[in-house]
């Protein structure tokens, strides 16, 4: 069973920086899009960031330029690297893997919090 988890949250002061980090369990990593999402207290979760199995990458628009997705197929992990981090980027941001050819995101981490405060 593909299983994936998250590291690197904490807390921040605005304007810092931190880097997640999602180790994925599995057969097919490789063959993954993999996805990064956030949720805050009271509010729907979200996409941020994605990388196709060839290298292509998404962005949202609130985090573009300063949020960087890449990935290490050797090591079977995926990073999100935050920087100008802002109080509004707090949230519990979750890895999500999606296999060729479907919609959603099926395999999902437990999630790890991210705090920007002062």
């Known amino acids: 069973q593909v299983q994936l988890v998250e590291s690197g949250g904490g807390l921040v002061h605005p304007g810092g920086f931190l880097r997640l980090s999602c180790a994925v369990s599995?057969?097919?990593?490789?063959?993954?899009?993999m996805g990064w999402f956030r949720q805050a207290p009271g509010k729907e979760r979200e996409f941020v960031a994605a990388?196709?199995?060839?290298?292509?990458?998404l962005c949202a628009d609130s985090v573009k330029g300063r949020f960087t997705v890449s990935r290490d197929n050797a090591k079977s992990t995926v990073y999100l690297q935050m920087n100008s981090l802002k109080p509004e980027d707090t949230a519990v941001y979750f890895c999500?893997?999606?296999?060729?050819?479907?919609?959603?995101?099926?395999?999902w981490g437990q999630g790890t919090q991210v705090t920007v405060s002062s």
């Open positions: 999500a893997a999606r296999v060729p050819l479907r919609i959603n995101y099926e395999y």
């Open positions: 599995g057969r097919s990593f490789n063959n993954y899009r």
């Open positions: 990388m196709t199995s060839s290298g292509s990458t």
